[in-house]
């Protein structure tokens, strides 16, 4: 049974930072694409951040977070991290860690749909 349990979310002024974590368990996380999705109230769940640890640790991001974020990845703990720097008030929304058990090779996928295994959530608001 896979579990992924997301931490770090918070409060936060807008230009500040937060890291979030992920702590997996269950899977053979080596070989997964992992991913941070968010949702904010009333919009569809979308794409923050995606980490390919199998193959070279390619790492794919939303264009509205790109230079902002940072997405990592510990192997040996299972984790995956999730660096938000100059925080926006857009970015608050509940952020998921997400696993996808079945990459394909040609492509990083980012549509939900795809991603068998999802955390609770974790709330970021930030305020101007």
């Known amino acids: 049974q896979v579990q992924l349990v997301e931490s770090g979310g918070g409060l936060v002024q807008a230009g500040g930072s937060l890291r979030l974590s992920c702590a997996a368990s269950?899977?053979?996380?080596?070989?997964?694409?992992m991913a941070w999705f968010r949702q904010a109230p009333g919009k569809e769940r979308e794409f923050v951040a995606g980490?390919?640890?199998?193959?070279?640790?390619?790492?794919h991001y939303a264009d509205s977070v790109k230079g902002r974020f940072a997405i990592s990845g510990d192997n040996a703990k299972n984790t995956v991290f999730l660096q938000m720097n100059n925080l926006r008030p857009e970015d608050t929304a509940v952020y998921y860690c997400?696993?996808?058990?079945?990459?394909?090779?040609?492509?990083?996928?980012?549509?939900?749909?795809?991603?068998?295994?999802w955390g609770q959530g974790t709330q970021v608001t930030v305020f101007s």
């Open positions: 997400a696993a996808d058990e079945h990459p394909v090779a040609f492509e990083f996928r980012i549509e939900s749909n795809y991603y068998e295994d």
């Open positions: 269950g899977g053979t996380f080596r070989w997964y694409d």
């Open positions: 980490i390919r640890r199998w193959s070279t640790d390619s790492t």
